[in-house]
């Protein structure tokens, strides 16, 4: 059986493919602390107010501010105090004009009072006097060291949009307004499948003919950083009933299937050669370097892309549509690695209708970030994409950056350094 004749598309057209067949797994409900990463899939609203009353943002006297008004030095203000408010303590009487009451961090401030006057900013009465009386030397501000009902967040306002990947800081401020389970995606389950007979384990010792195969826990861990969770992640031989047996095995456990190698024009390319066995998934030739080779398909509702075997492409594959049709199935609405402008410090040639990702290392100069290719963007050497800090991406309609140029990275990691 022959393989299907490949589809030629740019960039975008495959990008566009690509998002236009991916949809977002079903809504789960998870409790608060298990989501971490997840994507919120529901926009959510403040059912009260952050902080819900008012309350003091220091140890110290609530007091009625006009009371300290003419307090000094020369002329010292005395107070009786009449209570003392913990944390956590119901507030039900108010402050009267003419006294002050103890108060701790986060306790309730009592209606008639409009300002806190730390400790260290006041004299006490000595311990077991009675009644307590406290001392002002300096007047203080309507406000102070108060923190209002709602300051922080008001009821009804919007806390997180749909799409929002939450984050731990993201989970506190959900957990004070009382979300204790949210609703999120799963995390995609994804099969890795890689093809090759001179395919070494890591440990292998090296023989004539055969490499060590670096791609497979490199996509894993691309995949895992991504969010996904992968279930398969093995290496399969050059043999094409085998890999198109295992490929309709994991399509029944994966959300989506990702195979590295054997979609080029090889006469031994094996995934090329299964896809006539699978319906539903086109070979592709993507104006796009490095990866041009590659396949897809939704085949039974999952997603299946086929990877070129050179690490550099399937890394750059991995980034410019991988990545993206995973962030969206586990329904994220930021997509991409964040993309940052930057110089470009020696030319960099390409070809018109053929977007272009450099492997790219950034520094900061004079506030802005200046890319410089990362060695010889060769797609079967490792060492580029272990220095890279970004992809530059230089796009269709480009033939060439010169030196101060202007362009668009995607952020793998920022350099070390500040902006200088």
């Known amino acids: 059986m022959n393989a299907p004749e490949p589809r030629f598309l740019s960039y975008a057209e495959a990008r566009a493919r690509v998002l236009a067949a991916v949809t977002p797994l079903p809504i789960e409900e998870r409790p608060l602390v298990r989501t971490a990463g997840r994507a919120l899939r529901r926009a959510l609203d403040a059912p009260h107010a952050l ?42 009487q108010r402050l009267q004009p003419g006294t002050a009451v103890r108060i701790m961090t986060g306790a309730e401030v009592p209606e008639g009072a409009d300002a806190v006057v730390p400790f260290e900013n006041c004299r006490r009465s000595d311990p077991g006097v009675s009644p307590e009386n406290v001392t002002f030397t300096s007047p203080i501000a309507v406000g102070a060291n108060v923190r209002e009902a709602g300051a922080d967040l008001a009821a009804g306002a919007r806390v997180l949009p ?20 949210l609703p999120v995606s799963p995390r995609p389950r994804v099969a ?4 090759g007979d001179e395919l070494l384990d890591l440990g292998d010792a090296l023989r004539p003919g055969a490499i060590r195969d670096s791609n497979l826990p490199m996509l894993s861990l691309l995949c895992e950083q991504a969010g996904a969770l992968v279930v398969v992640a093995e290496r399969l031989p050059d043999d094409a009933a085998r890999v198109a047996s295992r490929i309709t095995e994991v399509l029944a456990v994966a959300d989506a299937v990702l195979t590295i190698g054997g979609v080029s024009a090889g006469d031994h390319d094996p995934v090329k050669q299964a896809l006539a066995r699978l319906p539903g998934i086109e070979l592709w030739r993507v104006a796009m370097r490095p990866g041009r080779p590659q396949a897809f398909g939704t085949p039974h509702g999952r997603v299946f892309f086929g990877l070129p075997g050179n690490p550099a492409s399937v890394a750059c594959v991995f980034e410019a549509l991988v990545r993206p049709a995973l962030r969206r199935l586990a329904g994220h609405t930021q997509l991409d690695r964040p993309r940052v402008p930057v110089q470009v410090t020696e030319p ?8 272009d990702f450099v492997r790219c290392r950034l520094a900061w100069r004079d506030g802005a970030l200046w ?34 140029d202007r362009g668009e990275a995607l952020v793998l990691r920022l350099p070390d350094g500040a902006a200088g």
């Open 371 to 404: 890319a410089t290719p990362a060695g010889a963007q060769i797609s079967g050497h490792l060492t580029p994409q272990s220095r890279a800090h970004a992809l530059l991406v230089v796009p269709a309609e480009t033939e060439r950056l010169a030196p101060g």
């Open 51 to 92: 902080p819900p009353f008012r309350n003091s943002a220091m140890d110290g006297f609530a007091v009625l501010a006009s009371d300290l008004a003419s307090a000094s030095a020369a002329h010292e203000v005395m107070l009786p105090v009449p209570g003392v408010y913990a944390a956590g303590a119901a507030v039900n």
């Open 192 to 195: 890795v499948l890689s093809t």
């Open 348 to 355: 960099i040639e390409s070809r018109a209708g053929r977007t």
């Open 162 to 181: 749909d799409g929002h990947e939450l984050s731990p800081h993201d989970l506190a401020l959900l957990g004070s307004l009382g979300f204790a389970r």
